[in-house]
């Protein structure tokens, strides 16, 4: 059974810092892609970053480059995302999701219903 665990999330003034977790256990293998997503209260739920465990490679939108880095633990069971500089705009649950496929497709990041495993959710509030 494929099991995401996330947690890291809180309250955090502007300008602040967080660092989320996502816990992945009975899913493993090369070439799979952790996604980070994330929904404000009122809207649809939005992409924020990609990590290709294979290579590597990294996806940022455009909202939160700069600001935003992914890693990994050497084993690659746990996934961090680094959110720096927090906005109040970034508050939101925020999703990691894995599976295996692509990060990126037709020059943008693979959207969530190609993920098929999903964590719980962890609530990040920034105040200004």
């Known amino acids: 059974e494929v099991q995401l665990v996330e947690s890291g999330g809180g309250l955090v003034q502007a300008g602040g810092s967080l660092r989320l977790s996502c816990a992945v256990s009975g899913f493993e293998g090369l070439d799979i892609a952790v996604g980070w997503f994330r929904q404000a209260p009122g809207k649809v739920r939005e992409s924020v970053s990609c990590?290709?465990?294979?290579?590597?490679?990294?996806w940022f939108e455009d909202v939160v480059k700069g600001r935003f880095t992914a890693s990994t633990d050497g084993a690659r069971n746990t996934f961090y995302l680094l959110m720096d500089n927090l906005k109040p705009e970034d508050s939101a649950v925020y999703y990691c999701a894995v599976d295996r496929i692509p990060c990126v497709y037709n020059g943008k990041m693979v959207p969530d219903l190609w993920f098929d495993h999903w964590g719980q959710g962890t609530q990040v509030t920034v105040s200004s």
């Open positions: 990590l290709n465990t294979n290579d590597g490679s990294m």
